[in-house]
């Protein structure tokens, strides 16, 4: 039942009457050789996890070990507790939970890596404030991230979810469409609309290059789960409102394979490019490690 392609997992979707969530689970089943309940209690177990994740920054400052980064998730939910974003509670709780588990991963704490460590707030943000927005139960949040991790599947066939391999628009990015993608489903939406709005994220980040700051997952990298969150969470209200991808998602993800196997390794992961290069950039590896 594996599918390759997003065409493919339309396909059987369609054939079978089913959602990309319930493909994932039937696809883990086969691949695992294990029951439908041992599937779901394994989704459940990382879902706790990113649920204490994403509190804990919020609640209290968690710093990274370098100190490189720290009590911005903390910074967030108090800002969110004033009463005066722009932007409104969905969208700030949504930073502060991708902020926190950013925060909680660089101290060496307990995440996801869904789908790498680097990209770890995203999902659980959008799923957690999906959830809340949208007020769904525990097995809802169980269905979005399995529904999350379809695509997951077919990034993973056809492209990367790695930075060094193809820069941050595979790895923040991937995490993001895959947010996407969830909450369509999550909001009622088809398949077919969950992969237009992986699509539209993956155009939106196109070229994202992977610079941290002296080699560690903490500088850009915590800002841009927070720019994934709100993305994803856009993304799926545009798809919700009948806007589609022109390009289908197949295209946009076999593009965004070829434009991380175009750029040079100084922007993959590498710290040898971008704003890690910067004279600050400099500054903060010395803070870090020395001269």
């Known amino acids: 039942m594996l599918a390759k392609t997003g065409e493919e997992i339309l396909n059987i979707c369609n054939d079978k009457g089913i959602s990309l969530s319930e493909y994932a689970i039937l696809y883990e089943m086969e691949s695992s050789e294990l029951t439908r309940e041992e599937v779901i209690k394994m989704m459940e177990k990382s879902y706790d996890v990113m649920l204490e994740a994403c509190r804990q920054g919020m609640e209290e400052e968690v710093f990274s070990v370098s100190g490189l ?70 097995e809802g949040a169980i269905k979005g991230l399995f529904a999350a991790s379809a695509l997951g599947i077919i990034i993973a066939q056809n492209a990367t979810l790695a930075g060094a391999e193809g820069g941050c628009q595979a790895e923040c990015g991937s995490a993001s469409a895959m947010g996407a993608a969830a909450v369509v489903e999550m909001m009622g939406g088809t398949p077919e609309m969950s992969l237009n709005a992986a699509a539209i994220v993956f155009k939106n980040i196109m070229g994202l290059v992977c610079d941290p700051v002296a080699g560690l997952v903490e500088v850009p990298c915590a800002k841009r789960n927070v720019a994934g969150a709100v993305s994803a969470l856009s993304t799926a209200d545009l798809v919700m409102a009948g806007v589609n991808s022109k390009i289908p998602f197949d295209d946009v993800l076999s593009a965004m394979y070829d434009v991380g196997k175009n750029m040079p390794s100084e922007l993959k992961e590498t710290a040898m490019g971008g704003i890690a290069i910067t004279k600050t950039g400099k500054k903060l590896k010395e803070q870090v490690f020395g001269k």
């Open 69 to 138: 980064i720290g009590g911005d998730g903390y910074k967030i939910n108090k800002y969110l507790n004033s009463g005066k974003s722009l932007t409104g509670n969905v969208i700030i709780k949504a930073m502060a939970r991708a902020m926190s588990c950013a925060e909680v991963n660089a101290s060496m704490g307990k995440i996801v890596a869904c789908p790498t460590a680097g990209s770890c707030g995203i999902l659980p943000a959008v799923i957690i404030t999906a959830v809340e927005q949208l007020e769904l139960d525990y």
